[in-house]
């Protein structure tokens, strides 16, 4: 508000500006059945009681309510909930399809849950048929990443029925997840809503280019599988780069997601903090490069683009997301005449080629035991697959 001054003069006021809303990553758009609310309209819940006050409380056959509970209990602080259509002239194919238009037009979500498909069905062709839809979504909209669920599946010798579910569904923007969690309340469930906190918690503290895995799952206490570290091998086989991310019972160290891959074949895109990194760098360039939009394709337009991308590569490297101790073993960004030719430009297009070396999570961490006339020494050495 300017004040109203009683002599003429220039005067000075100090004027500081907000500044520009964070890109926050880890924010999950959950989709399900509840008691209550409205129906196809995403709600924002920064705590966990707004949930049942808007979507009333656990349906015996949904999961919805659950899921949100464990994804705030696991370090979650923002989300958004979407209530799916029970019509009856609506098939759950169709239901799913209009609650995924209504999330296109958020820009703060990253990931995507929905753990009511799978319910307590086998692995059936629905159950693909919706999975699939969601990465179709995911793909399409290339912002986002779907943390899927297995199947219910009580006994370990139905691992293949796992592999086969998996074979089905291919996506460099999604994870699938197995097996289901035993909560305090007695009841297995999907644990999408729990993983995705563990997401949360880790894009929080460290950054999505730390692996969302080795994390203890709160509010977890037992699991549907014990799996063996022969099923862990039968679920990741080494011909294969997808994989399926178990949850994993640990003597001493209670339940933790052991996995962290994509259900990509490319193995470019293995690793689920390599793709949440682009994917999240592509979002902030759309964000916050959006205001180059018409104008002049020239030099100090390339220049503008160069300065603004190696800050925020620069801040990529420092928090430790990029590989190297330089900026030029890290990232590179190329923009000038070469990319943008003169056709180029006519077209109204301006085109910048960037790089990114993400760091790689190591699976694998060896322990030498060198046995020598003095006696034994122990060194360690760690292997990224």
């Known amino acids: 508000m300017v004040s109203q001054q009683k002599i003429p003069g220039v005067y000075r006021e100090e004027i500081f500006p907000a500044p520009p809303p964070e890109l926050i990553a880890g924010v999950p758009a959950f989709l399900g059945f509840a008691e209550k609310g409205p129906v196809n309209e995403a709600q924002r819940l920064t705590l966990w009681p707004q949930f049942a006050e808007t979507f009333g409380q656990p349906l015996p056959e949904g ?16 989300c958004y909930a979407v209530r799916l259509s029970e019509e009856e002239d609506i098939s759950p194919e169709a239901a799913l399809s209009k609650a995924l238009q209504e999330l296109e037009s958020l820009d703060a979500v990253d990931l995507i849950c929905a753990p009511d498909i799978v319910g307590g069905n086998p692995a059936t062709d629905l159950v693909r048929q919706m999975q699939a839809a969601i990465l179709e979504h995911c793909d399409r909209m290339g912002d986002r990443f779907a943390i899927l669920d297995s199947p219910s599946l009580f006994a370990a010798a139905q691992i293949p029925e796992i592999l086969q579910h998996r074979q089905q569904l291919g996506s460099a923007n999604a994870a699938l997840y197995f097996p289901w969690i035993k909560i305090e309340s007695g009841s297995y469930m999907p644990p999408c809503g729990h993983i995705a906190g ?40 080494e011909s294969e780069v997808a994989g399926v991310n178990c949850l994993r019972a640990f003597r001493g160290r209670g339940i ?12 470019i895109w293995r690793y689920i903090n390599v793709r949440r ?20 394709n020239d030099y100090r337009l390339w220049v503008r683009i160069e300065r603004e991308l190696t800050a925020y590569f620069q801040s990529l490297l420092e928090r430790g997301a990029l590989k190297g101790t330089i900026p030029q073993e890290a990232f590179y960004i190329k923009c000038d005449a070469e990319t943008n030719p003169p056709e180029v ?5 301006v085109v ?22 003095t006696g034994v020494s122990m060194t360690q050495t760690s292997l990224s697959q």
């Open 345 to 349: 430009r006519d077209a109204g297009t």
């Open 63 to 78: 999961y919805l309510y659950r899921a949100v509970e464990g994804f705030f209990s696991n370090g979650g602080s923002l």
């Open 198 to 237: 563990v997401y949360a918690r880790s894009d929080s503290d460290v950054g999505v280019h730390q692996a969302p895995a080795n994390y203890l799952l709160e509010g977890v206490v037992d699991l549907q599988v014990n799996l063996s570290d022969t099923d862990f091998i039968a679920l990741n086989p």
């Open 256 to 267: 933790r997601i052991w996995g962290a891959r994509t259900l990509s074949s490319d193995p």
């Open 352 to 373: 910048t080629e960037i790089g990114l070396a993400p760091t790689i999570p190591n699976e694998f961490i060896v322990v030498r035991l060198i046995h020598g006339t």
């Open 277 to 296: 990194l682009f994917l999240t760098a592509g979002r902030w360039i759309e964000r916050n490069l959006a205001g180059v939009a018409f104008e002049p």
